[in-house]
């Protein structure tokens, strides 16, 4: 049964109520069913989260949005958690709600705030919004229609300061970034940073919009420590020749192990300050390189292969103070992110409010089993293009949106590439990159969406975020390889989902999104064409070849041979060396782009679940997909 009734909009709850919250019993507030099928909204306790949910109706009303009944449920764990810490009965702890996008997360936290500036028995509290982009300060102060005496903007952008009273401190309503909020209390607890405070306390009502991590993943490779070889020999000869070591020293380290970092600063007393000052005015980066390497000094870092990248060493550094929550987390990726599993069980100061996956019988799924890195790109850029242009102009007259990478000197520039193929309107074919996949409603009417590509990051990140969530540092020992895997697997998940959502899929129709047609460009080594179905439960997926395949010569005698030797010995291992001989070809750089970089060979391959394995930087033949098998492609950023 749907909450709204075609005669009235009315919240159906139980006629019993539910408690004022209290401190002894707000974690069972947030999991129990509030919502029921009985009876109309009755006058009981909770009078701002009554008021948030009347105003919440109204506005779905009008906007013609119908949750179900358990996305009532969630949307009201929202607004009782927000008035649990006005009552400053909250228990400190993270508190994620992971509704799904176009649910109404963002709505119920406006009203609810609308809510709470009405009230004659809150006039003291106060309210702290962090998100991740200056764009969405802006929506928000839009939709919250608040006067300037009433809020507050505190970001670096001076101009978007203004907007709001220059009285931070006694600011009802306080916007500002993440980053803002980290840099602020680096070092220090939250109580300490009177910004964020209001009339000398800190605000009670704290919303983090989007992603949370409880700190900053470190990850240093070969290459970044090379960096700074130059710009500071002339200063420090003998630091960098113990950085040269460290360069040669982390070749051999073995993959997954415990590395000890030499303690550079304190045998060098090197001052960090002083090596900023001397890279200052060069490569950015190196500033960045060199505060990594410092907190790295004399601690122990865990090692990851990141493939041609070579060794990588890694930790985490803590940015969130310890007394800020208690806090309402808005991410709709929690329910397939792999870092808030790791929190929860290592941490254990974050609980979940109740999910409601929105369903996705409307969507269609279209999966290109091919390589959509960044790397595959690179090799096969003309080809990629060519399948989606091709799959766009097969529906003339509607409208696209196409996720993508982003151009460079060494990416093909996608966009310029398609419009080039393009017979249909032009102005109805949209384009945003990977990075600016998230936090804009711009394109939810947009009924077909392409993720051209997938975005993939390098093994070392994936761990330190598992380390970081779960805060396990690797003094700890090892890192579990299937938390590697089930964090991977959730970061792809996470992209995947907010970059589908740019679409019609983010609307909903009663519980159901609205009708999408996607196409992921996807290998099957990814696991992303595995994952769909839990990512967007109820979708369909299907096969997706935009361009034929017409398989000649010696690639058709490759792709033969090598399905007759996988249907003989599935889960064997086929050397390169060995399909050479079988084509008599002798020369390994002809078999190499004549053959295994051929597009229609990669994708007869992705079609029958075989893949390029074999060492850590060359690959060296090639393997078949087995149920039980899960990888990724090492196409990270680059």
């Known amino acids: ?111 609810f705030i609308r809510a709470l500036m009405a009230s004659p028995h809150h006039r003291d509290v106060g309210v702290l919004l962090c998100v991740s982009r200056l764009d969405e300060i802006r929506s928000l102060l839009l939709e919250l229609g608040l006067d300037k005496d009433e809020m507050a903007v505190f970001t670096s952008d001076k101009d978007l300061n203004a907007v709001g009273t220059g009285r931070i401190r006694s600011a009802r309503v306080l916007l500002t970034t993440q980053q803002m909020v980290e840099a602020r209390t680096r070092n220090k607890p939250f109580m300490d940073v009177d910004q964020f405070h209001r009339h000398g306390r800190p605000r009670q009502v704290r919303i983090w919009d989007e992603t949370i991590l409880p700190g900053q993943a470190i990850t240093l490779g070969r290459d970044d420590i090379a960096s700074l070889l130059k710009p500071l020999r002339g200063v420090y000869p003998v630091l960098v020749a113990d950085l040269e070591d460290l360069f040669t020293d982390l070749k051999g380290v073995e993959d997954g192990s415990i590395y000890q970092v030499p303690d550079f600063a304190g045998q060098h007393e090197v001052d960090l300050q002083a090596v900023l000052e001397v890279l200052q005015g060069g490569n950015p980066s190196d500033q960045t390189v060199a505060e990594s390497l410092w907190f790295l000094s004399g601690r122990a870092a865990s090692v990851r292969q990141d493939g041609a990248y070579g060794s990588t060493v890694l930790s985490y550094r803590e940015t969130l103070p310890s007394d800020l929550p208690p806090v309402l987390v808005l991410d709709a990726s929690g329910r397939v992110r792999g870092t808030y599993p790791e929190w929860e069980g290592g941490r254990g100061n974050l609980i979940r409010l109740r999910e409601a996956p929105k369903s996705y019988d409307n969507l269609t799924v279209n999966v290109w089993s091919v390589g959509g890195g960044k790397s595959a790109f690179r090799r096969n850029g003309n080809h990629l293009i060519d399948g989606i242009a091709t799959t766009i102009n097969g529906k003339p007259g509607e409208s696209w949106l196409v996720v993508h990478h982003k151009a460079s000197p060494v990416m093909v520039d996608i966009e310029a590439g398609v419009r080039e193929l393009l017979t249909v309107d032009q102005d109805q074919v949209h384009f945003i990159t990977w990075g600016n996949h998230h936090a804009t409603n711009a394109y939810s009417h947009i009924p077909n969406v392409i993720l051209a590509g997938t975005l993939f990051y390098r093994q070392s990140l994936y761990e330190a ?174």
């Open 1 to 111: 049964m749907d909450v709204h009734s075609a005669q009235q909009d009315q919240c159906v709850l139980p006629s019993v109520g539910y408690p004022a919250p209290m401190a002894e019993n707000v974690v069972e507030l947030c999991n129990k069913a509030l919502l029921r099928e009985t009876t109309t909204f009755p006058d009981t306790q909770g009078p701002l989260t009554r008021a948030t949910i009347t105003a919440l109706q109204k506005t779905f009303s009008r906007l013609g949005h119908r949750p179900s009944q358990p996305m009532w449920q969630a949307l009201v764990d929202v607004a009782a958690t927000l008035e649990a810490m006005a009552n400053d009965t909250c228990p400190p702890l993270y508190h994620l709600s992971s509704l799904d996008p176009g649910v109404g997360k963002t709505q119920t936290v406006v009203h």
């Open 465 to 638: 975020l598992g380390r970081l969530s779960a805060g396990k540092p690797p003094e700890q020992g090892r890192y579990s390889e299937d938390a590697l895997a089930r964090v991977r697997s959730g970061e792809h998940s996470h992209l995947t989902l907010q970059a589908l959502c740019r679409g019609a899929v983010r609307r909903c129709q009663g519980h159901v999104c609205a009708p999408c047609e996607a196409y992921i460009i996807a290998s099957s080594r990814s696991g992303i064409g595995q994952d769909l179905e839990r990512i967007f439960p109820g979708c369909q997926v299907k096969p997706w070849r935009p361009i034929p395949m017409a398989l000649r010569g010696k690639v058709k005698e490759a792709v033969e041979f090598i399905a007759a030797w996988f249907e003989a010995q599935p889960d064997g291992f086929l050397k390169f060396t060995s399909v050479r001989r079988a084509l008599g070809i002798t020369d390994s750089a002809n078999f190499r782009q004549n053959i295994r970089q051929h597009p229609d060979f990669q994708q007869a391959l992705a079609g029958m679940g075989v893949f390029e394995d074999g060492g850590d930087v060359y690959k060296t033949g090639f393997r078949r997909l087995s149920g039980a098998w899960f990888g990724f492609e090492d196409e990270s950023a680059g």
